[in-house]
């Protein structure tokens, strides 16, 4: 079963702050989190595992809650290079590269 | 840039062709893994390869296939080519176990 992902789009103005969630329907043994610009390759932003919350880097974190099955990313002070499809990523087992991805969450900043 | 890399990055086949489409992983990643991204769609799993062996699969038919070699790169072939393989195909490398993946920039394939 895919992740499924809200909100489905967003957009904000540059300097605004964003929050993704993605929700699982099974049991989770970590979350990826992946940026995908517009005809590029998909971006590993970070992992997520369990009993654990880790900050990827520039102005993006992200928490998990195993119990709950899901995970939510948040971006603060949105910049303009943040535009990008995002999608959170499952593994079936404990691989990293074995993912079941979720239904993705379009994000579009503005000046 | 991930070293990941794919080739060729544009294709058109017509459908009933077979299609080969090659990944060279980063350097000491011993695992490869496959997606086809449908438009407007998060990549779906195909299969990965591991030490030369198919190491999982995802939910594709048996004309889908692909190899890796002693090397680590990989090829995805497809056969019997239908419409709906028309889409952008992914492959990813990383260390088994590891925790991150890296996606080469896709092939785009579409089927006429």
């Known amino acids: 079963q895919q992740p499924v992902q809200s909100p489905q789009a967003v957009i904000l103005r540059e300097g605004e702050d964003a929050v993704i969630n993605c929700s699982s329907s099974k049991a989770l043994y970590s979350v990826h989190w992946y940026r995908q610009k517009h005809g590029e390759a998909p971006v590993f932003l970070m992992i997520l595992l369990k009993g654990g919350e880790q900050k990827g880097h520039d102005k993006i974190s992200a928490s998990f809650n195993e119990k709950k099955q899901q995970s939510s990313l948040y971006l603060t002070a949105s910049q303009l290079s943040y535009s990008g499809t995002y999608f959170c990523g499952t593994p079936n087992t404990g691989t990293a590269s074995k993912l079941t991805f979720g239904t993705g969450t379009r994000l579009q900043v503005t000046l | 840039e991930t070293g990941v890399t794919q080739s060729p990055t544009h294709l058109i086949k017509t459908r009933g062709q077979q299609v080969t489409l090659r990944c060279s992983s980063q350097?000491?990643?011993?695992?490869v893994s496959w997606y086809q991204q449908a438009l407007g769609q998060g990549p779906q799993f195909i299969f990965q390869y591991y030490r030369e062996e198919e190491n999982g699969r995802g939910n594709f038919p048996p004309r889908f296939s692909g190899l890796q070699f002693p090397n680590y790169s990989s090829e995805l072939n497809v056969n019997a080519l239908e419409l709906d393989d028309s889409a952008l195909y992914l492959c990813a490398s990383s260390l088994k176990g590891a925790r991150g993946a890296f996606f080469g920039q896709g092939t785009r394939l579409t089927v006429v």
């Open positions: 350097s000491g990643h011993n695992t």
